[in-house]
């Protein structure tokens, strides 16, 4: 099983190099972004929590985004591999997430990084606000709180990660296609 973390600040490209990835190299795509953009759209309770938070750019509490990762682990026992997108935020969500791995030996592969300036990165969100309806995107505001998040609490996952040799940084400004290109090539020489 090859199970793999696409990291990086909100804006860097995770969830379009996800898109790509799943379907090149045939594994099975966990965002909790998209879980819970999903809970909110059927209105569940836990998705109306969800979204007061998400829409002032916090995170979730760890439990939920756990409790929906070890869900979906378990719906996918066919899989032969995951790549987590947006999971995990926190040293905590690591943790709980070795836990999980451990159950069904397959632990982390490789986290690749993806590495964009803090310039790059607004003028997306604002750019994707525009069009997508994603509250979070809004304005400057919500954003900054979103990257000050991943600066104090998600920051840490990747020295969680290093311990153990496991994080490549890959450059993530540039194309589409060149970014994929760089991706494609560090997973392909771990397989
Ligand atoms: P996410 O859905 O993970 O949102 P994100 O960090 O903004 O990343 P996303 O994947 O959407 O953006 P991408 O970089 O692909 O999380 C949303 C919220 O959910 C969080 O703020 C938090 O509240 C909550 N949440 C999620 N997971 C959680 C967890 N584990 N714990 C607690 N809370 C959690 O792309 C951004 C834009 O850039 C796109 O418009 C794209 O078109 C553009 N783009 C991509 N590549 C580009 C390129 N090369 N050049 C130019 N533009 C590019």
Known sequence: MFNLILFGPPG???GTQSEKIIEKFNLVHL????????????QTPLGLEA?????KGHLVPDEVVVGMISSALDANTSAKGFLFDGFPRTAAQALALDNL???????????????????????????????????DDVNEEIIAARVLEYKTK???VADYYR?????????????????????????????
């Open 163 to 191: 311990q153990y040799n496991k994080v490549v940084i890959v450059a993530g400004e540039g194309s589409v296609n060149e970014i994929f290109e760089r991706l494609g090539a560090e997973i392909e020489s771990r397989l």
């Open 154 to 156: 998600t920051e840490a």
């Open 51 to 55: 979204k007061k938070l998400m829409d």
């Open 31 to 42: 965002s909790t972004g998209d879980l819970l953009r999903s809970q909110i759209a059927q």
């Open 12 to 14: 860097s490209g995770k």
């Open 101 to 135: 791995l451990e159950l069904k030996q397959a632990p982390i592969s490789v986290m690749l990084a993806l590495d964009v300036s803090e310039e790059e990165l607004v003028k997306r969100l604002i750019k994707r606000g525009e069009t997508s309806g994603r509250t």
